[in-house]
Protein backbone atom coordinates (compact mmCIF):
# COMPACT_ATOMS: atom_id res chain seq x y z
CA UNK A 1 0.00 0.00 0.00
CA UNK A 2 1.71 3.30 -0.99
CA UNK A 3 0.25 6.72 0.76
CA UNK A 4 0.58 10.11 0.28
CA UNK A 5 0.74 12.43 3.18
CA UNK A 6 0.32 16.27 2.70
CA UNK A 7 1.72 18.10 5.52
CA UNK A 8 4.61 17.04 8.31
CA UNK A 9 2.68 18.43 11.52
CA UNK A 10 2.08 16.75 14.68
CA UNK A 11 -0.65 14.80 13.37
CA UNK A 12 0.79 13.84 9.73
CA UNK A 13 3.80 12.54 12.38
CA UNK A 14 1.55 10.48 14.90
CA UNK A 15 -0.36 8.93 11.67
CA UNK A 16 2.48 7.87 9.83
CA UNK A 17 4.07 6.14 13.53
CA UNK A 18 0.80 4.61 13.74
CA UNK A 19 0.74 3.29 10.01
CA UNK A 20 4.09 1.59 10.46
CA UNK A 21 2.87 -0.16 13.43
CA UNK A 22 -0.09 -1.77 12.38
CA UNK A 23 1.15 -1.87 8.39
CA UNK A 24 4.78 -2.11 8.46
CA UNK A 25 4.92 -3.01 4.57
CA UNK A 26 3.04 0.26 3.51
CA UNK A 27 5.21 2.94 1.92
CA UNK A 28 4.30 6.41 3.41
CA UNK A 29 5.54 9.85 1.50
CA UNK A 30 5.31 12.87 3.20
CA UNK A 31 5.30 16.25 1.47
CA UNK A 32 5.88 19.69 3.67
CA UNK A 33 5.82 22.88 2.04
CA UNK A 34 8.08 24.49 4.80
CA UNK A 35 11.85 23.25 5.73
CA UNK A 36 10.85 21.91 8.68
CA UNK A 37 8.37 19.10 10.42
CA UNK A 38 5.48 19.75 13.25
CA UNK A 39 3.43 22.51 11.47
CA UNK A 40 2.79 24.93 13.98
CA UNK A 41 4.60 23.43 16.93
CA UNK A 42 7.32 25.60 15.65
CA UNK A 43 10.76 25.94 17.40
CA UNK A 44 13.49 28.00 16.37
CA UNK A 45 17.11 28.78 17.42
CA UNK A 46 18.99 31.55 17.96
CA UNK A 47 23.19 31.52 19.34
CA UNK A 48 22.37 29.07 21.42
CA UNK A 49 19.07 29.29 22.55
CA UNK A 50 15.76 27.83 21.44
CA UNK A 51 12.01 28.75 21.79
CA UNK A 52 9.38 27.45 20.60
CA UNK A 53 7.12 30.29 18.95
CA UNK A 54 3.70 28.64 18.13
CA UNK A 55 2.09 25.79 20.71
CA UNK A 56 4.30 26.14 24.28
CA UNK A 57 3.77 23.19 25.57
CA UNK A 58 2.50 19.68 24.98
CA UNK A 59 -0.22 18.70 27.57
CA UNK A 60 -0.78 15.26 29.71
CA UNK A 61 -4.58 15.55 28.89
CA UNK A 62 -4.80 12.01 26.93
CA UNK A 63 -3.36 8.83 28.02
CA UNK A 64 -2.70 7.24 24.72
CA UNK A 65 -0.37 10.61 23.88
CA UNK A 66 1.13 10.13 27.63
CA UNK A 67 2.14 6.69 26.50
CA UNK A 68 3.77 7.72 22.76
CA UNK A 69 5.94 10.54 24.50
CA UNK A 70 6.75 8.98 28.38
CA UNK A 71 6.92 5.20 26.93
CA UNK A 72 6.94 4.23 23.07
CA UNK A 73 9.66 7.26 22.11
CA UNK A 74 12.96 8.22 23.50
CA UNK A 75 12.20 10.45 26.37
CA UNK A 76 16.09 11.78 26.18
CA UNK A 77 15.73 15.48 26.25
CA UNK A 78 12.09 15.17 27.29
CA UNK A 79 11.67 17.97 29.34
CA UNK A 80 8.69 19.51 32.10
CA UNK A 81 7.56 23.18 33.23
CA UNK A 82 7.34 23.41 36.67
CA UNK A 83 6.06 26.85 36.96
CA UNK A 84 2.34 27.89 36.97
CA UNK A 85 0.59 29.46 34.81
CA UNK A 86 -1.17 33.24 36.06
CA UNK A 87 -4.03 34.94 34.62
CA UNK A 88 -4.74 38.76 34.04
CA UNK A 89 -7.68 40.75 32.96
CA UNK A 90 -8.37 43.27 30.38
CA UNK A 91 -6.72 46.15 32.74
CA UNK A 92 -3.88 44.12 32.71
CA UNK A 93 -4.10 43.25 36.58
CA UNK A 94 -2.32 39.80 37.05
CA UNK A 95 -3.49 37.03 39.33
CA UNK A 96 -2.81 33.52 40.66
CA UNK A 97 -4.89 31.51 38.17
CA UNK A 98 -4.56 27.59 37.04
CA UNK A 99 -3.34 24.84 39.52
CA UNK A 100 -0.26 23.63 38.96
CA UNK A 101 -1.91 19.75 38.36
CA UNK A 102 -1.83 19.35 34.51
CA UNK A 103 2.23 17.97 32.92
CA UNK A 104 3.32 20.68 30.43
CA UNK A 105 5.92 18.91 28.24
CA UNK A 106 8.35 19.92 25.26
CA UNK A 107 11.91 18.75 25.08
CA UNK A 108 15.50 20.80 25.66
CA UNK A 109 16.11 21.60 21.85
CA UNK A 110 12.27 22.28 21.24
CA UNK A 111 8.73 21.35 20.77
CA UNK A 112 9.56 20.12 16.95
CA UNK A 113 11.37 16.92 18.72
CA UNK A 114 8.06 15.32 18.76
CA UNK A 115 7.42 15.24 15.52
CA UNK A 116 10.84 14.19 14.35
CA UNK A 117 11.44 11.63 16.68
CA UNK A 118 8.10 9.71 15.39
CA UNK A 119 8.98 10.25 11.80
CA UNK A 120 12.56 8.82 12.62
CA UNK A 121 10.54 5.99 13.93
CA UNK A 122 9.15 5.10 10.85
CA UNK A 123 10.05 4.07 7.16
CA UNK A 124 8.42 7.14 5.84
CA UNK A 125 10.04 9.26 3.12
CA UNK A 126 9.70 12.82 4.30
CA UNK A 127 9.81 15.25 1.53
CA UNK A 128 10.64 19.12 2.59
CA UNK A 129 9.85 22.27 0.72
CA UNK A 130 8.06 20.44 -1.36
CA UNK A 131 4.10 22.55 -1.30
CA UNK A 132 1.48 20.23 -3.34
CA UNK A 133 -0.89 22.50 -5.22
CA UNK A 134 -2.60 19.93 -7.18
CA UNK A 135 -4.72 16.63 -6.65
CA UNK A 136 -5.80 14.26 -9.18
CA UNK A 137 -7.97 10.99 -8.93
CA UNK A 138 -6.93 8.68 -11.58
CA UNK A 139 -8.16 5.33 -11.57
CA UNK A 140 -8.69 4.79 -7.72
CA UNK A 141 -5.50 6.04 -7.38
CA UNK A 142 -4.01 9.50 -6.20
CA UNK A 143 -1.62 11.75 -8.10
CA UNK A 144 -0.15 15.14 -6.74
CA UNK A 145 1.37 18.17 -8.39
CA UNK A 146 3.87 20.28 -6.05
CA UNK A 147 5.06 24.14 -6.75
CA UNK A 148 7.67 23.57 -8.72
CA UNK A 149 5.43 21.10 -11.57
CA UNK A 150 6.92 17.62 -10.10
CA UNK A 151 4.64 14.72 -9.67
CA UNK A 152 3.75 12.33 -6.93
CA UNK A 153 2.26 9.30 -6.74
CA UNK A 154 0.42 7.15 -7.66
CA UNK A 155 -1.22 6.34 -4.25
CA UNK A 156 -3.41 4.12 -2.89
CA UNK A 157 -4.53 6.45 -0.23
CA UNK A 158 -4.18 10.13 0.58
CA UNK A 159 -3.93 11.74 4.08
CA UNK A 160 -4.41 15.65 3.80
CA UNK A 161 -3.28 16.99 7.27
CA UNK A 162 -3.26 21.55 6.38
CA UNK A 163 -5.45 23.48 8.08
CA UNK A 164 -9.43 23.55 7.35
CA UNK A 165 -9.21 26.42 4.95
CA UNK A 166 -6.25 25.20 2.84
CA UNK A 167 -7.56 21.88 3.00
CA UNK A 168 -10.74 22.59 1.42
CA UNK A 169 -8.86 24.61 -1.15
CA UNK A 170 -6.95 21.83 -2.50
CA UNK A 171 -9.66 19.26 -2.23
CA UNK A 172 -12.12 21.78 -4.05
CA UNK A 173 -10.02 22.45 -7.00
CA UNK A 174 -8.81 19.06 -7.26
CA UNK A 175 -9.46 16.84 -10.00
CA UNK A 176 -11.95 15.00 -8.52
CA UNK A 177 -15.47 14.79 -9.64
CA UNK A 178 -18.39 13.36 -6.96
CA UNK A 179 -20.51 14.00 -3.68
CA UNK A 180 -17.87 12.87 -1.98
CA UNK A 181 -15.69 15.54 -2.25
CA UNK A 182 -18.15 18.34 -2.01
CA UNK A 183 -19.34 17.13 1.01
CA UNK A 184 -15.60 17.35 2.26
CA UNK A 185 -15.26 20.90 0.68
CA UNK A 186 -18.56 22.14 2.41
CA UNK A 187 -17.61 20.82 5.65
CA UNK A 188 -13.66 21.65 5.67
CA UNK A 189 -15.33 25.53 5.48
CA UNK A 190 -17.19 25.81 7.83
CA UNK A 191 -14.30 25.39 10.63
CA UNK A 192 -13.41 28.92 11.97
CA UNK A 193 -9.93 29.52 12.74
CA UNK A 194 -8.17 32.21 15.22
CA UNK A 195 -5.27 34.29 14.00
CA UNK A 196 -2.51 35.17 16.06
CA UNK A 197 0.25 36.94 15.66
CA UNK A 198 3.38 36.43 17.84
CA UNK A 199 6.23 38.91 18.98
CA UNK A 200 9.34 36.84 20.57
CA UNK A 201 11.60 39.27 22.81
CA UNK A 202 14.83 38.29 24.31
CA UNK A 203 16.45 40.18 27.14
CA UNK A 204 19.65 39.79 28.87
CA UNK A 205 18.44 39.34 32.26
CA UNK A 206 16.03 37.39 33.98
CA UNK A 207 12.99 38.15 34.90
CA UNK A 208 12.24 37.69 38.77
CA UNK A 209 8.37 36.35 38.53
CA UNK A 210 6.58 33.29 39.98
CA UNK A 211 4.72 31.96 37.09
CA UNK A 212 5.61 30.37 33.41
CA UNK A 213 3.30 32.23 31.70
CA UNK A 214 0.29 34.52 31.98
CA UNK A 215 -3.22 34.06 29.76
CA UNK A 216 -6.05 36.66 29.26
CA UNK A 217 -8.80 35.14 31.08
CA UNK A 218 -11.50 37.59 29.53
CA UNK A 219 -10.71 37.67 26.11
CA UNK A 220 -10.35 41.05 25.76
CA UNK A 221 -6.70 42.71 26.58
CA UNK A 222 -4.77 42.91 23.49
CA UNK A 223 -2.76 40.31 24.19
CA UNK A 224 -3.73 36.75 25.11
CA UNK A 225 -0.67 34.84 26.46
CA UNK A 226 2.78 35.44 27.61
CA UNK A 227 5.57 32.82 28.26
CA UNK A 228 8.89 32.61 29.90
CA UNK A 229 11.40 30.33 27.74
CA UNK A 230 13.33 30.30 30.48
CA UNK A 231 11.06 27.91 32.44
CA UNK A 232 12.11 25.56 30.10
CA UNK A 233 15.06 23.64 30.86
CA UNK A 234 17.94 23.85 28.28
CA UNK A 235 15.89 26.51 26.53
CA UNK A 236 17.62 29.76 27.70
CA UNK A 237 21.07 30.72 28.55
CA UNK A 238 21.34 31.53 32.34
CA UNK A 239 20.69 35.18 33.22
CA UNK A 240 18.31 35.65 30.57
CA UNK A 241 14.71 35.63 29.26
CA UNK A 242 12.38 34.83 26.27
CA UNK A 243 9.06 35.86 26.12
CA UNK A 244 6.68 34.56 23.76
CA UNK A 245 3.68 37.31 23.27
CA UNK A 246 0.76 35.82 21.60
CA UNK A 247 -2.12 38.83 20.23
CA UNK A 248 -5.53 38.37 20.69
CA UNK A 249 -7.04 37.47 17.46
CA UNK A 250 -9.03 40.76 16.78
CA UNK A 251 -5.73 42.58 17.36
CA UNK A 252 -4.08 39.74 14.82
CA UNK A 253 -6.63 39.85 12.46
CA UNK A 254 -6.36 43.80 12.58
CA UNK A 255 -2.85 44.25 12.30
CA UNK A 256 -1.42 41.28 10.47
CA UNK A 257 -0.40 42.25 7.65
CA UNK A 258 1.11 45.91 9.06
CA UNK A 259 4.66 45.98 9.17
CA UNK A 260 6.49 44.12 11.66
CA UNK A 261 8.54 46.32 13.39
CA UNK A 262 5.42 48.12 14.28
CA UNK A 263 3.70 45.27 15.61
CA UNK A 264 6.63 43.67 17.94
CA UNK A 265 6.72 47.41 19.13
CA UNK A 266 3.53 47.72 20.27
CA UNK A 267 3.17 44.52 22.18
CA UNK A 268 6.57 45.01 23.52
CA UNK A 269 4.94 48.01 25.07
CA UNK A 270 1.88 46.10 26.05
CA UNK A 271 4.15 43.28 27.38
CA UNK A 272 5.67 45.64 29.96
CA UNK A 273 2.86 46.97 31.28
CA UNK A 274 1.12 43.47 31.89
CA UNK A 275 4.13 42.50 33.67
CA UNK A 276 4.37 45.65 35.24
CA UNK A 277 8.47 45.86 34.28
CA UNK A 278 9.88 48.74 32.37
CA UNK A 279 13.25 47.07 31.14
CA UNK A 280 11.10 44.98 29.44
CA UNK A 281 10.47 48.04 26.57
CA UNK A 282 13.64 47.55 25.21
CA UNK A 283 14.49 44.03 24.40
CA UNK A 284 17.87 43.00 23.19
CA UNK A 285 16.68 41.44 20.07
CA UNK A 286 13.16 40.47 18.78
CA UNK A 287 11.68 37.29 16.60
CA UNK A 288 8.29 37.62 15.29
CA UNK A 289 5.52 35.43 13.00
CA UNK A 290 1.94 35.30 11.98
CA UNK A 291 -0.43 32.50 12.04
CA UNK A 292 -3.33 33.04 10.00
CA UNK A 293 -4.85 29.40 10.93
CA UNK A 294 -3.19 29.32 14.28
CA UNK A 295 -6.05 27.47 15.84
CA UNK A 296 -9.78 25.75 15.11
CA UNK A 297 -12.08 27.57 17.21
CA UNK A 298 -14.33 24.40 16.61
CA UNK A 299 -14.48 20.66 14.79
CA UNK A 300 -15.42 19.47 11.43
CA UNK A 301 -18.60 17.28 10.86
CA UNK A 302 -16.75 14.03 10.77
CA UNK A 303 -19.74 12.57 9.14
CA UNK A 304 -19.11 14.55 6.11
CA UNK A 305 -15.45 13.14 5.22
CA UNK A 306 -16.46 9.50 5.60
CA UNK A 307 -17.69 9.64 1.69
CA UNK A 308 -13.91 11.23 1.32
CA UNK A 309 -12.61 8.10 3.09
CA UNK A 310 -14.46 5.44 1.47
CA UNK A 311 -12.46 6.99 -1.84
CA UNK A 312 -9.19 7.20 -0.11
CA UNK A 313 -9.33 10.49 0.84
CA UNK A 314 -8.75 11.31 4.67
CA UNK A 315 -8.08 14.63 6.68
CA UNK A 316 -7.09 14.71 9.83
CA UNK A 317 -5.44 17.50 12.17
CA UNK A 318 -6.56 19.45 15.40
CA UNK A 319 -9.81 20.61 13.01
CA UNK A 320 -10.74 16.83 12.56
CA UNK A 321 -10.29 16.19 16.64
CA UNK A 322 -12.22 19.61 17.87
CA UNK A 323 -9.80 21.21 19.60
CA UNK A 324 -6.92 23.13 18.75
CA UNK A 325 -4.30 21.14 20.83
CA UNK A 326 -1.03 19.57 20.25
CA UNK A 327 -2.31 16.50 21.95
CA UNK A 328 -5.87 16.64 20.45
CA UNK A 329 -3.46 16.76 16.58
CA UNK A 330 -1.29 13.52 17.60
CA UNK A 331 -4.20 11.60 19.20
CA UNK A 332 -6.05 12.52 16.05
CA UNK A 333 -3.18 11.46 13.98
CA UNK A 334 -2.84 8.18 15.66
CA UNK A 335 -6.31 6.96 15.75
CA UNK A 336 -6.41 7.55 11.98
CA UNK A 337 -2.99 6.10 11.20
CA UNK A 338 -4.13 3.03 13.10
CA UNK A 339 -7.60 2.91 10.99
CA UNK A 340 -5.43 3.21 7.89
CA UNK A 341 -3.11 0.49 8.92
CA UNK A 342 -6.03 -1.74 9.24
CA UNK A 343 -7.33 -1.98 5.89
Known amino acids: MKIGIIGAGAASAAATYAIDQHAPDARCTVLEKSGGVCGRAATRRRDGRNYDYGANYLKDDDERVVSLVTEELETDGLV ?3 EPIHVFDEDGTVAEGRSNAE ?7 GITQIAKRLFEATD ?6 TEITA ?20 FDLLLCTPPAPQTAQLVSDADWDGDARDALVAAAETVEYRTIWTAVLG ?23 IAREECKPGHVPDGESVLIVQA ?23 TADVVGDDRLENPAWTDHQGWRYAQPEGGVDRSALEPAERAGLYCLGDWVAGEGRLHAAL ?6 GKRVGRL
Not at 103 to 109: D, G, M, Q, S
Not at 135 to 140: A, E, G, H, L
Not at 207 to 220: F, I, Q, S
Not at 251 to 264: L, M
Request: aromatic share 12%; hydrophobic share 30%.
Open 80 to 82: SID
Open 103 to 109: RKWTYRT
Open 124 to 129: ATVNRR
Open 135 to 154: ISRDDDQWRLTDADGGGWGP
Open 203 to 225: YEFELETPYYALVNTDKRHEIGW
Open 248 to 270: NDHWSVDRYDEEPAENVAALTRL
Open 331 to 336: RNGLET
